[in-house]
């Protein structure tokens, strides 16, 4: 807000001391901004941007950051002041350095000083524009009560604090303080911080240290989180180390709702305003969750990679995630799926595999429409069950209405659509028939798969979700990567129908499927599976399509399907 700045009083800090978070709203009407017009806070200026030249060249990241600290303390006049960096992909703040007169405890290089965003500033910078700085004196009567216990536990009368952004994100912040007996902080000082942490922010950005995150592109540009390769790269690690020692991985998997529609209405500078306020929800529940990695795969799907704790916790931190997100504009909240290796999933032995559960447990709380998370494993929560049995057609589909009379119809207008473009590529032909058997039965999701006689591993090469039941060619790509394979001799039902063959299988609690086809379900992530192949060659082709709670029987296109494919693969490019 123009000429007013919001007061967010922080709790003491890891290393500082200990005690709850509490904020305290207290507004200040700011006047014309006349510090920077003084001639003395001119030179101060000067001097900051001319130290913050010089930090820009220094050899290593401490001594840009002590240079920059040391700059910001003379400047502000400061007794001490701290940098601290938001690390969002964790959900934490971090004390990068300290100088001045620390008090005891504290240490200017801080190896490991951190604390929760979530526990300190819950979404206070969900909207960045409006987190402008704060002050506070021991003084005013409407301080906050944690915010005094601070100040007299650090010997200090006030304190200023103030963002340092980059890129047009919030990086970290300026925390000052001053001593007993020193002027207290006031707007003009506010004024004045604001121009020096833009100038702290000119050295860091030209420091090694935002260089290096950049070169290695760790970061996604927009939200601040992990980037899809910093996601790969951890699960690769955790997945081997599972398969070596049984380590307990949690994976989460949130879809951001109604993105395409704010980005046609609003534009995409609303989209991603949205996608942002999203990004620092997730970073706040990561920071519950001790050694959570969370990042941006791409467009609206986020990641959380929860490594050791128990799998519930996760899933009341996520249960919190879906709440919270319902406040996100224009009633946009998040889908969210989550696999864990505590839950009988079936054996895990590829980063693929955990992918594709919770993407299909995503996929089936996006069709639901309900504000609460899929579990890949577990029954259904009972809001989603409910809203099934609500939906349109719901409680009959189980009872397989069209079920037996859709097959001679799929074939019939699918040999049409086949004919019409002979000399096509193989992929390109099985889509084809994958969309149509798709939406003749309303599956969740399908997939292409392909193997070699000299591989037998079957890569993905195509991979869609059809994200709202009955919704017609409203089809989406999945997360999944072509580099996310996984053997066939694992699975022999789906290395049967990729020789030539055809099976479908359908998950019951009564009556449960064979281990083999059980391993199927589980590497598919679904209630339903039916799947049928063809060889072409060197290479044997697999389309699998997947089921939800509404999906028509799948067993009675089986034969279809694999008609269709072979027809597909006959007469391709």
């Known amino acids: 807000m123009i000429g007013r700045v919001t007061l967010c009083y922080k709790a003491p800090r890891i290393g500082r001391g200990h005690g709850h978070c509490a904020h305290h709203d207290h507004t200040y009407g700011l006047g014309p901004v006349r510090g920077l017009a003084a001639r003395g806070c001119r030179r101060a200026a000067h001097r900051a941007a001319h130290d913050q030249r010089h930090t820009s060249q220094a ?58 965003i979530a526990e300190y500033y819950g979404l206070a910078l969900l909207d960045e524009g409006e987190h402008e700085g704060s002050y506070s004196n021991l003084d005013d009567p409407n301080i906050d009560p944690a915010e005094a216990r601070l100040l007299n536990r650090l010997g200090k009368q006030c304190s200023l604090e103030v963002p340092i952004n980059l890129d047009g994100h919030i990086w970290g ?50 939200t601040g989180l992990a980037s899809r390769r910093a996601l790969d790269e951890r699960l690769d ?5 599972h398969v070596a020692r049984n380590r ?76 919270l997100a319902t406040s996100l504009p224009g009633a946009a909240g998040l889908a969210c799926g989550v696999a864990s290796t505590h839950d009988q999933v079936g054996g895990i032995d590829t980063t693929g595999d955990l992918l594709r559960l919770a993407d299909e447990a ?69 889509a084809l028939v994958a969309v149509a058997v798709s939406e003749a039965v309303d599956a969740a999701t399908w997939w292409i798969g392909v193997a070699t006689r000299t591989d037998a591993s079957l890569r993905p090469v195509r991979v869609v979700a059809n994200r709202e039941p009955g919704a017609v060619g409203a089809h989406s790509d999945c997360c999944l990567g072509e580099d996310q394979s996984f053997a066939l001799d694992s699975y022999p039902s789906l290395d049967q129908a990729a020789r030539g063959g055809w099976f479908a299988t359908a998950w019951s609690e009564e009556e449960p499927s064979d281990p083999q086809e059980q391993g199927s379900l589980a590497a598919s992530g679904c209630r339903q599976l039916a799947a049928a192949g063809a060889r072409r060659g060197d290479e044997q082709w697999l389309v699998a399509v997947c089921a939800d709670e509404w999906t028509r029987p799948l067993a009675a296109v089986g034969p279809a399907l694999r008609a269709l494919v072979a027809q597909a693969l006959s007469d391709a490019g």
């Open 173 to 222: 912040i300026i925390y000052a303080t001053r001593a007993r007996g020193e002027d207290a902080f006031t707007d003009r000082d506010l004024d004045f911080a604001r121009s020096v942490a833009a100038q702290v922010a000119a050295g860091i950005a030209q420091g090694a240290h935002t260089r290096r995150l950049q070169e290695l592109a760790w970061l996604d540009p927009l």
């Open 362 to 430: 995503q996929y089936r709380a996006k069709r639901s429409g309900v504000a609460v998370p899929v579990v890949a494993g577990r029954p259904l929560p009972p809001e989603v069950a409910a809203a099934l049995t609500s939906a349109p057609g719901g409680s009959s589909r189980s009872g397989g209405r069209r079920g037996h009379n859709v097959a001679g119809a799929l074939v019939n207008q699918t040999v049409d659509k086949l004919d019409a473009c002979p000399g096509d590529q193989a992929v390109d032909r099985l």
């Open 59 to 116: 050899a290593g990241d401490d001594e840009l950051l002590r240079y920059a600290a040391a700059a910001a303390r003379q400047a502000l006049r400061a007794s001490s002041v701290s940098i601290e960096r938001f690390e969002r992909e964790h959900g934490w703040l971090r004390t990068l350095v300290n100088d001045g007169d620390l008090a005891p405890g504290e240490v200017p290089l801080p190896e490991d000083e951190v604390y929760p």
């Open 237 to 241: 690690t955790l997945v081997d180390e």
């Open 248 to 323: 307990a991985i949690t994976v989460v998997i949130c879809d951001v709702n109604g993105l395409k529609r704010v980005n046609d209405e609003h534009g995409h500078e609303a989209g991603d305003h949205l996608l942002r306020q999203a990004a620092e929800m997730i970073s706040v529940i990561a920071g519950e969750l001790p050694g959570c990695l969370a990042g941006r795969l791409g467009g609206d799907e986020f990641c959380l990679l929860v490594p050791d704790l128990p799998a519930e916790q996760v899933v009341d931190a996520v249960r919190r995630l879906v709440e």
